[in-house]
């Protein structure tokens, strides 16, 4: 049902890591580097034992901005339902994290999932350019879940 391939308006960026001998650095996001139509109104961060999957999911106005940086790795899945997308119907598959930190945008409507493939619990930092749940937690949760759907074309391998 769906074929390999880079999905439109995914954004995927290596976060480089800056080292001395006090640890590191990562910068996650800036501005500069960043559409406005992404800019994050809040952070929250999750940690999700290892072998566990989170999603597949998507969201009808929120874009999700994850990075993953460790101490685990995730296997990243994405899949495009959009169907006026010019990649309508493409999945991408990367691996991202202690080993390759790297940021993803995932605009609305792209169906997401990642599963912690390490041995440790793994962190994801996510920066949303919505509200979860709207101002004060008032407004509906804006997600559109597909775990738990029979005969979902959605698979985590």
């Given at each position: 049902?769906?074929?390999?391939g880079?999905?439109?308006d995914?954004?995927?960026?290596?976060l480089?890591?800056?080292s001395?001998?006090r640890?590191?650095?990562?910068?996650?996001f800036?501005?500069?580097?960043?559409?406005e139509?992404y800019?994050?109104?809040?952070?929250?961060?999750?940690?999700?034992?290892?072998?566990?999957?989170?999603?597949?999911?998507?969201?009808?106005?929120?874009a999700?901005?994850f990075c993953f940086?460790?101490?685990s790795?995730f296997k990243?899945?994405?899949?495009d339902?959009?169907?006026?997308?010019?990649?309508y119907?493409n999945?991408?598959?990367?691996?991202?994290?202690?080993?390759k930190?790297?940021?993803?945008?995932?605009?609305?409507?792209?169906?997401h999932?990642?599963?912690?493939?390490?041995?440790?619990?793994?962190?994801?930092?996510n920066c949303p350019?919505?509200?979860?749940?709207?101002?004060?937690?008032?407004?509906?949760?804006?997600?559109?879940?597909?775990e738990e759907?029979?005969?979902?074309?959605?698979?985590?391998?």
């Amino acid at each position: 049902m769906f074929t390999d391939g880079p999905i439109d308006d995914v954004v995927v960026k290596e976060l480089p890591k800056f080292s001395d001998d006090r640890g590191w650095l990562m910068e996650v996001f800036r501005h500069d580097e960043l559409d406005e139509e992404y800019f994050p109104v809040m952070t929250y961060i999750s940690m999700t034992k290892s072998g566990v999957v989170r999603g597949p999911h998507e969201h009808v106005d929120q874009a999700d901005y994850f990075c993953f940086a460790g101490p685990s790795d995730f296997k990243l899945y994405l899949w495009d339902g959009r169907e006026a997308s010019p990649t309508y119907k493409n999945r991408m598959v990367l691996v991202a994290g202690v080993s390759k930190p790297t940021a993803v945008i995932v605009p609305k409507g792209v169906v997401h999932a990642y599963k912690n493939i390490g041995d440790d619990g793994g962190l994801v930092i996510n920066c949303p350019n919505r509200l979860f749940m709207g101002q004060g937690k008032a407004e509906p949760v804006d997600e559109i879940r597909h775990e738990e759907l029979e005969n979902s074309p959605y698979i985590i391998d």
